[in-house]
């Protein structure tokens, strides 16, 4: 085979070729990207339910407690941001995805400099009301109050049908946006029952506690305050845990929860590489409504997103300021039920569905 040497013209088609390629790379704009740190509050509701025998010799009090947590945007403080800008290079391609809640806090990030990183759809992980375990005890005639006494409240708050037990629930509530101690609030429309009962000698009056444990819940090992030049810093919060708990005027436990909360005062970041001249990166990052990180990936390949694959959607709908006290008003009527279920079985055994 004859070899041709290069000549004038193909030298300057094998110098113009590169360029066209560089000039075909995406460019991301000169936007700076903003969204909101994470602040939290807690629904407290306890449940008494009061169960008589149709003797009045006996009575039993369920007590319970639910907590329901929301996050929102805390707009006290300064926003985070993201220079996007950084995250070019001329010599690279560049896709870049965040999603947001409604009020303005991180969801997720998807980055790849060659297009070819999965898309992040939902990285919503809901939070679900948690409901303590309840405490139950039958007390005889001969302790504390009198069943007579305790009972003839009882009928008179509730009617029940002939087959069903006299049976009357007394609920209390309260909001925690921080650590401490909180007495609860008994409704309005319940203020006569409670009244009448603590004349009785029942005193249902309950307080929570709450209390930051100093877990650190972020799975990164040792969060940095700074990124090293070259990287783009993600700003996140140190998530601990909140450890509730509540309890009745009797002494009696009413049961506790341990909740994820962001701190306001301890902020990290995490690195965003910036693209390399050769291979191909991506960052994927997933963030519960709590703040904390539900997914976390780094890839040097192709396909490394996929590899990690997208964040699973967790079904419900995300618990907000506007409508945490409807949801603990549910977790507190569930909990009634619950509580009216095991009285009639502890005192009517004979009738307990198998």
Not at 111 to 127: C, D, H, L, N, W
Request: aromatic content about 6%; proline content about 7%; hydrophobic content about 45%.
């Amino acid at each position: 085979m004859k070899n041709t040497p290069i000549g004038p013209a193909l030298r300057t088609v094998a110098c113009i070729a590169v360029p066209l390629v560089l000039a075909g790379c995406a460019s991301i704009p000169d936007v700076t990207v903003s969204y909101r740190p994470v602040t939290w509050s807690v629904q407290v509701a306890t449940a008494h339910t009061i169960t008589c025998t149709n003797d009045r010799k006996y009575f039993m009090v369920a007590g319970g407690a639910t907590y329901t947590p929301a996050y929102s945007a805390d707009t006290a403080r300064a926003a985070f941001e993201i220079q996007l800008k950084k995250l070019d290079r001329f010599y690279a391609d560049s896709d870049f995805s965040l999603s947001f809640t409604d009020d303005g806090r991180l969801k997720s990030i998807n980055q790849s400099t060659t297009g070819q990183g999965e898309t992040i759809t939902k990285a919503f992980v809901g939070v679900v009301t948690a409901v303590a375990a309840f405490q139950a005890e039958a007390l005889p005639s001969t302790a504390g109050p009198q069943p007579a006494s305790i009972c003839a409240i009882v009928r008179k708050w509730n009617v029940p049908a002939p087959d069903h037990l006299p049976q009357v629930s007394l609920t209390q509530n309260g909001r925690f946006a921080g650590a401490g101690n909180l007495s609860l609030e008994v409704p309005p429309e319940q203020q006569a029952l409670f009244t009448e009962l603590k004349k009785a000698g029942l005193d249902l009056a309950a307080t929570a506690r709450a209390e930051l444990v100093g877990d650190a819940l972020q799975p990164v090992a040792r969060p940095a305050s700074a990124v090293a030049e070259g990287e783009v810093a993600v700003t996140l919060q140190q998530v601990t845990t909140l450890k509730l708990s509540a309890t009745d005027a009797r002494g009696e436990n009413l049961g506790g929860k341990r909740i994820p909360v962001p701190l306001k005062d301890k902020d990290f970041m995490l690195p965003i590489p910036k693209p390399a001249l050769f291979g191909k990166q991506t960052f994927q990052l997933a963030v519960a409504e709590s703040g904390r990180i539900t997914s976390l990936g780094y890839g040097s390949t192709s396909g490394a997103a996929g590899a990690l694959g997208a964040v699973a959607v967790v079904a419900g709908e995300p618990i907000t300021e506007d409508n945490a006290r409807a949801a603990a008003a549910k977790a507190a009527a569930d909990l009634i039920a619950q509580q009216q279920r095991l009285a009639n079985c502890l005192l009517k055994p004979t009738e307990c569905p198998k």
